[in-house]
C-alpha cells in the first residue's frame, strides 16, 4: 500500500495558528469567565476562587437588583428588538428590491444611507435626542396657540421606545439589512422571474413564489442581525430613549452599583438570548432549505 504524500505546512501556519487561538481566547474568554462566574456559590465574589457552585445570584436576579425593574427592562428590550427586526427585514427588502431599478440620485442615496455606519454612535444619539427635544417644544408651542392647555399638562415628551428609540436603533441595523440584501440580489438570476413571467404569473406571484423562497434564508440572517444588534445596544440609546431604559443601558448603570456575581448572573441571560436567537436564525434556515430541497 502506497504511503500518502502530506504537503508540509508552511513556515507561517504555526505563528498564525497560534495567532487565530490568541484571537478566540480573546474574543470568548471575558464570556467564558464570566458565565462560569455567574454560578458562584452565595459567599462568592466577583473574582476567582469559586466558592461553591450554585443558582444563587439567578435567584438573586430575578428577585430584583435594588431599585432597578430588570423583569420590566428585559421585557422592553425584547419588544424594541422584535420590532427592529422587523422593519430592518421589511425596510431593506423593500430597499433593494427599489433599488433593482436605476434610481435618479440613488448612488448618493445609498451613500447617505451607510454613512450611519461610520459616524460615532454617541453623537448620533446625541443628534436625535436633541432633534425630539426641539419637537418637544414645538409640539408644546402649538398646543399652547392651540389652547389645548389640559393636553399640555400631561404631555412630558415624544422621547420614547418605540419612537426616538426606535429611530436610533434603526440607524444601526438598516445600513447592514441594506448591504447584506444588495449582496444577495446581485448575485440573484433574474431569468427565474422571466421564466415565471413567461407562463403566466403575475409580479406578486413572482414576487412569492420565485423571489421570496430564493431570498428567505438571506431575510432571516437580516432579522437575525436586526435583534441582536439592537438587543446589546448601548451609545445610540443613551440620549434617544427618554425617561426609560433598556436592559443594556441598566446592566451598564448597574456595574458601577452592584458588587455580587449577580451582575454576571444577568450579562449570562443576556448572552443566552442572543444566542438563542441565532440558533433560532440557523434552525430557521435549515428548515427553509430542507423545504425547498424537498419541494423540487
Do not use: C
Not at 431599585?67 to 421585557?75: E, L, P, Q, S
Not at 415624544?158 to 440584501?181: C, R, V
Not at 443613551?238 to 444577568?266: C, F, H, K, M, R
Amino acid at each position: 500500500m502506497a504511503a500518502t504524500y502530506r504537503e508540509p505546512r508552511a513556515p507561517g501556519f504555526w505563528p498564525l495558528a497560534l495567532l487565530f487561538g490568541a484571537f478566540v481566547l480573546f474574543l470568548y474568554g471575558p464570556m467564558l469567565t464570566i458565565f462560569v462566574l455567574s454560578f458562584q456559590g452565595p459567599e462568592g465574589g466577583l473574582t476567582f476562587p469559586m466558592r461553591g457552585w450554585s443558582l444563587h445570584w439567578y435567584r438573586q436576579l430575578a428577585e430584583g437588583l435594588g431599585v432597578v425593574d430588570i423583569g420590566a427592562a428585559f421585557r422592553r428590550s425584547l419588544a424594541l428588538g422584535a420590532v427592529v427586526m422587523g422593519l430592518t427585514v421589511l425596510l431593506s427588502l423593500l430597499a433593494s428590491l427599489a433599488f433593482r431599478k436605476r434610481l435618479r440620485g440613488g448612488n448618493l442615496l445609498f451613500y447617505v444611507t451607510i454613512a450611519s455606519l461610520i459616524m460615532p454612535s454617541i453623537v448620533v444619539s446625541l443628534g436625535i435626542g436633541l432633534q425630539f427635544r426641539l419637537l418637544d417644544s414645538g409640539i408644546k408651542q402649538l398646543a399652547e396657540a392651540w389652547g389645548l392647555h389640559d393636553w399640555l399638562e400631561t404631555f412630558t415628551t415624544s422621547l420614547g421606545l418605540f419612537s426616538s428609540a426606535l429611530g436610533a436603533h434603526l440607524s444601526w441595523t438598516l445600513p447592514f439589512g441594506l448591504l447584506i440584501m444588495f449582496a444577495v440580489f446581485n448575485r440573484f438570476n433574474p431569468a427565474y422571474e422571466e421564466a415565471a413571467r413567461d407562463l403566466g404569473a403575475s409580479p406578486w406571484q413572482t414576487f412569492r413564489h420565485v423571489v421570496l423562497p430564493l431570498i428567505a434564508p438571506s431575510a432571516i440572517g437580516v432579522g437575525m442581525f436586526g435583534f441582536t444588534l439592537s438587543w446589546d445596544e448601548i451609545a445610540r440609546t443613551s440620549q434617544a430613549i427618554g425617561d426609560v431604559n433598556t436592559l443594556p443601558l441598566e446592566l451598564q448603570g448597574l456595574t458601577t452599583t452592584v458588587t455580587t456575581p449577580a451582575i454576571y448572573a444577568l450579562g449570562t441571560v443576556t448572552t443566552v438570548v442572543s444566542f438563542a436567537v441565532m440558533a433560532l436564525a440557523i434552525g430557521a434556515t435549515r428548515a427553509l432549505k430542507r423545504r425547498q430541497g424537498g419541494s423540487r
